[in-house]
């Protein structure tokens, strides 16, 4: 206990030495979100970067999370604990490939997951969130084809709610939400009769017909709080719980195993800890390093989606 306290110490006075500010995914331990000062989903959390007078902003998420918030923010240093907190979704979607595919495929709109490199939303047309995918689909010309790029449940939901036939979806996925199975799922609904299912849209599509609420992480929670029930099932990454249990600390959220390890973790988020951040904010490193150039290709795409809202 003395060694944690030691470093949340020594986190407190490197923020106030670096004029830093600390930002944290709802998906991180509890303990970092406690130490942020803001927790928040990826978009959220770049809009507040821009709000603060600092120099240095401490991104306690995953890699693409921080190049979002660089390329708003390029005149501050962005840091993050770990750099290999990457993600599966990004991985599963190489720029390359993208390039590859725009070039046999002339006249498609590319509409980008926020869940994607750098790279990739330099090469994108728009970008989404999980919680303005729908909106921004729609926003699109209906005769102009679509490449939903790269999360094959949330494309499906979101064709799914358009009704736009012509949309192709990128083959990718989240290792933590792909794997969350159905049968799970109704063994929870058998055990937790009275409970109310939350689901993120990049859960299988059989998961999502089984949900009495669809929606972001945020939303999620903003949904769990405002309902007048006491019991929930939450179909996403369980580092939520800290979040909902802070607004709502009557209520019961129970979170299902999913395949890929009988837990509902995602590995990349976890792998930031206190010692990293500190470490992170005493040196500035990892840092993302991002050229002009590709700041401002990839500021397009940001600044559409964030018209369309």
């Known amino acids: 206990m003395l060694a944690t306290a030691s470093i949340t110490e020594e986190i407190a006075e490197l923020k106030r030495a670096r004029r830093a500010i600390i930002l944290a995914h709802h998906y991180q331990d509890p303990e970092i979100q406690d130490l942020a000062d803001?927790?928040?989903d990826?978009?959220?959390?770049?809009?507040?970067?821009?709000?603060?007078?600092?120099?240095?902003?401490a991104f306690c998420g995953v890699w693409f999370m921080a190049e979002t918030a660089k390329v708003l923010n390029p005149e501050r240093i962005v840091i993050v604990p770990?750099?290999?907190?990457?993600?599966?979704?990004?991985?599963s979607c190489p720029a390359g490939k993208l390039r590859e595919?725009?070039?046999?495929?002339?006249?498609?709109?590319?509409?980008?997951?926020?869940?994607?490199?750098?790279?990739?939303?330099?090469?994108?047309?728009?970008?989404?969130?999980?919680?303005?995918?729908?909106?921004?689909?729609?926003?699109?010309?209906?005769?102009?084809?679509?490449?939903?790029?790269?999360d094959i449940n949330l494309g499906n939901y979101v064709r799914e709610q358009t009704g736009r036939a012509d949309m192709k979806i990128w083959q990718g996925a989240c290792i933590v939400h792909a794997t969350f199975a159905a049968r799970k799922l109704s063994r929870a609904r058998s055990e937790h009769p009275s409970a109310l299912v939350a689901a993120h849209p990049e859960c299988p599509g059989d998961v999502l017909a089984m949900a009495d609420f669809i929606g972001s992480t945020s939303a999620i929670i903003d949904w769990c709080a405002a309902q007048n029930a006491s019991e929930f099932i939450v179909m996403t990454e369980s580092g939520v719980r800290h979040s909902l249990e802070k607004l709502a600390p009557e209520k019961?959220?129970?979170?299902?195993?999913?395949?890929?390890?009988?837990c509902s973790e995602c590995p990349y988020m976890k792998r930031n800890t206190l010692e990293k951040l500190r470490d992170a904010l005493r040196n500035l490193s990892p840092r993302v390093d991002l050229s002009p150039e590709l700041i401002e290709r990839a500021r397009r795409p940001i600044d559409r989606m964030l018209a369309v809202q």
């Open 101 to 150: 595919w725009k070039a046999k495929n002339p006249g498609y709109a590319i509409v980008s997951y926020i869940n994607t490199s750098i790279e990739v939303k330099a090469e994108s047309d728009i970008l989404c969130t999980s919680r303005n995918a729908v909106n921004i689909v729609n926003s699109i010309p209906a005769e102009q084809p679509i490449l939903f790029v790269p």
């Open 252 to 262: 019961t959220f129970h979170f299902i195993p999913n395949e890929q390890c009988n």
């Open 42 to 57: 990826s978009l959220e959390l770049a809009r507040k970067a821009r709000a603060f007078e600092g120099d240095v902003i």
């Open 82 to 91: 770990d750099r290999d907190a990457g993600c599966s979704l990004v991985d």
């Open 38 to 40: 803001a927790v928040g």
